[in-house]
């Protein structure tokens, strides 16, 4: 952060780097849930599939998806391998998955 | 959140349940891969020591959300 | 689309007055690992950027959970921060492209809730070049190469990647590896092969090995007189449900001592002898690992599916041989070695020649010259 300068002074040094992103801008939504094919995606940690499995079973209460299909990734600190994404991106219209606990 | 911005990305909206201990690095991750609008599901922390009674209960609030998520409501 | 800066846009240098006292600033500003910094002069940042190859503004890689881009000139900024010479710069640059390789996973490393911190290890000629110290005291303090390494390290982790304790950083209890945690094999004993000649670089290529690491447990045996004597001490430290690669598999490490090595080899015990040893000898129940299902029937996905589930049956610590990874290295007198675990299956240990150059012996995946373990 610049700071007053008077005199010559001492230089000091910002040791953190930017931070640059590619702005991308979020998917298409929904209108309606009825009909849809949900993608369930676990990370596989500890409790994670068991919620899944309730959150899926209170949407299934309410909502008539067309289908809904499990997935899960080889280790919950690693991304998706690319191979199961695509899986995904061509057998459902919206996802749901867990990740950070 | 890489998988989400990859999923979103193809037009897949997706809901991402993290716990409230865990929001703030969600966050920073989508906005270092440039999503900022991608919004998580936040359920209470923690997760892993839970009774199965009291993960209904997270999933209850998780639900909720992800519908929302889902229909641009959030 | 073209790459649009965050609004973290700043400068990287600015002036305050003569009065301020600098180190008290770089506290003050957050910049700290909690030691003191080496206020950074231009002279001595221009000279360690010299030393990575010239070109301040070149992206050597990016660093998560932040992704703070990781410059030549910010790199050097974080050395010279850390009180590292400018020679040691590409050690720390190997180190840091080896940390960010998507095998060794650093976010989840940075972010996890476990106390697992970047265990580095030289190997090669650089080593008596940098003055690294392999002999007494390895892991200890009092060698400014091994003490501001692996401290610029954690420094870029921290500053770079964000990787604050509480913030972005989650461990529970973190530990003093977090401060520094840089070694060097000491080859010159002769008692094994050079851990990276094992892995297909030769003696004269200089290399660094990074893997999540929880501190060393040290393994003492001051009465066995034969390989498998001491090695029995080493599996017991390995035979324990308490660290990480017995719920979560993935690699560890083994340093052996030099007098507990010069026993291996009298006997012509090879690397692959020791490692297959302690491999199969060095095993929980499943029982044990799944609380004999006190709390629930539990499968334990993060083990491999070929561990048989039966609370009898025997399972191993890691799922091979190949994935202890051994070293010599310590003072000539002491009869310790020490059991290294690591953080699990979520990430893999790498290898990197400095220049990224692949092993002669071939054996291994590398991309773009970091190499899969």
Sequence with gaps: ?101 | MHDAVSLEGQDRATAIIVTTEFLHEAEVQRDALGMAELEPVVITHPLSTLSDEEIGHRAAEAAEQAKKIWLGKA | MARQKTVESRPVESVVSDGVDLVEWYYEKGFSDGFPVAPPTPEKIAATVDALGGDGDYVEARVPPRWGSLTREVLAINMVMAGCKPDYGPVVRAAMLALCSPAFNLHGVQATTHMASPLLVVNGPIRKKLEINAGHNVFGSGNRANATIGRAIRMILLNVGGGWPGDLDKSTLGSPAKYTYCIAENEELGYLAPYHVEKGFTEDDSTVFVMPAEPPHSVTNHVADDPEGILDSIVSAMSTIAHNNAVSAGHCAVVIGPEHAAVMAKYQWTRHDIKNYLWYQATNTFGEVAFQHRYGKVYNRSLPKWYKRDVDARIPVVPSAEHIHLFCAGGEAGRFSAFIPGWGHMASPVLRELDGKAPAGGGMVCEDGTCYL
């Excluded at chain 1, 910002?14 to 009909?35: F, M, Q, W, Y």
């Design chain 1, 1 to 101: 952060m610049p700071l007053d300068a008077p005199n010559t002074g001492h230089v000091v040094y910002d040791p953190r780097g930017i931070v640059e992103a590619t702005a991308i801008p979020l998917g298409k939504r929904v209108a309606d849930l009825n009909g849809l094919r949900l993608g369930i995606l676990s990370n596989k940690k500890w409790n994670g599939n068991n919620l899944l499995r309730k959150t899926r079973a209170i949407l299934e209460d309410e909502i008539d998806f067309a289908a809904v299909n499990f997935y899960e990734k080889e280790s919950f600190s690693k991304n998706a391998d690319p191979g199961l994404l695509g899986e995904i991106i061509a057998d459902n219209d919206i996802v749901l998955t867990a990740i950070g606990d």
